[in-house]
C-alpha cells in the first residue's frame, strides 16, 4: 500500500511514517523545509520517499500530486499552534492565520488528492483534542481543530467508499511545543502529566499506532478518536 503523510517530517507524522514503513508499507513524507525533510528521512527505514512541497502553493500541491499517482492511504499531518490565548487577547489576524495554515490546507490537500485516492482509499486527519476539550485559552485553536472535526463523518458520507477519519492526540511530547520557552517546557509538561490519569505526557508513538490501526481497519470511518491518556475525562 502507498501512504503519503503530508507534514511527516516530524512529531506525530515522521512516528507514524517509522510504523508504516516497518510494517511494508510504500511511504513518502511531505514537508516544506528541506533541512527537516532531510533529518527526517535520515530518521526513517531506507526506502521511505520523501519530496519537498509547499503545501500551500496550490502549483506544487499539484504537481506532487501527479507525479506521485495513487494513494492508498493520505495522513493530514499539519500542525499550528496559532489562535492559542485568552479570548479576551485573543489576535484575530493570527487566528485567520491559523484556519489557514491547517483547517483550509488539510481541506485543500485532500480536494486536490481525491482524482488520485484508490477506491478503498482511507484519509487521516490529525487534529487535536482542543477540538472538543474545555479549556480556558483554547477558543481559538479550538475552532479550528473543531471546524475540521466536524467534517470528518459529513466527508466520510460524501466520498464513500474512501474511508475518513480523525485522530486527535492530547498532550504529546512533540516540536509542536517550541513556541513555549524551553526554561518553561519541562513544567508545562510536568502540568499535563499531573492532569491526565496516565499519570504521563503522550508520545508521538502513542497517536501513531492508532493512526495506523485506523489506516489498517477498513471498518472504520466517520470517526474522531481521542488518544489523550484521559485529559478530557
Known amino acids: 500500500m502507498k501512504v503519503v503523510i503530508a507534514g511527516g517530517t516530524s ?9 508504516l514503513a516497518n510494517d511494508g508499507a510504500e511511504v ?18 531506507k526506502g521511505v520517499g520523501g519530496q519537498c512541497v509547499n503545501a500551500a502553493n496550490v502549483v506544487d500541491q499539484k504537481a506532487f500530486l501527479t507525479a506521485t ?32 495554515e491547517k483547517f483550509f490546507l488539510h481541506l485543500q490537500i485532500l ?4 482524482p488520485y485516492l484508490s477506491e478503498n482509499a ?15 485559552g483554547i477558543a481559538g485553536i ?7 472535526e466536524v467534517t470528518v463523518p459529513i466527508l466520510a ?5 474512501v474511508r475518513v477519519n480523525a485522530v486527535s492526540p492530547g498532550a504529546i511530547d512533540t516540536p ?7 526554561s518553561t517546557r519541562g513544567e508545562t509538561f510536568q502540568q499535563y502529566a499531573q492532569m491526565t490519569p496516565v499519570r504521563r505526557m503522550g508520545q508521538p508513538e502513542d497517536v501513531a499506532g492508532v493512526v495506523g490501526e485506523v489506516i489498517r481497519n477498513s471498518f472504520i470511518t466517520g470517526q474522531v478518536i481521542t488518544v489523550d491518556g484521559g485529559l478530557g475525562l
Not at 512529531?11 to 510504523?19: E, H, Q, S, V, Y
Not at 479550538?142 to 475540521?148: F, S, T
Open 142 to 148: 479550538g475552532a479550528i481543530n473543531g471546524a475540521l
Open 111 to 114: 480536494q486536490d488528492a481525491l
Open 28 to 45: 513518502i513524507i511531505t514537508g516544506r523545509n528541506p533541512q527537516k525533510l532531510e533529518q527526517a528521512l535520515a530518521l526513517l527505514p
Open 157 to 161: 458520507k460524501e466520498l464513500q467508499p
Open 11 to 19: 512529531g506525530i507524522g515522521l512516528a507514524t511514517a517509522k510504523i
Open 69 to 100: 499517482g495513487n494513494i492508498d492511504h493520505l495522513v493530514l499531518s499539519l500542525g499550528g499552534y496559532k489562535g492559542l490565548g485568552l479570548f479576551k487577547d485573543l489576535d484575530f489576524m493570527q487566528l485567520r492565520q491559523g484556519f489557514e
Open 122 to 136: 482511507s484519509v487521516t486527519f490529525i487534529t487535536a483534542v482542543s477540538g472538543h476539550a474545555r479549556f480556558p
Open 176 to 182: 509542536w511545543w517550541s513556541f513555549l520557552p524551553e
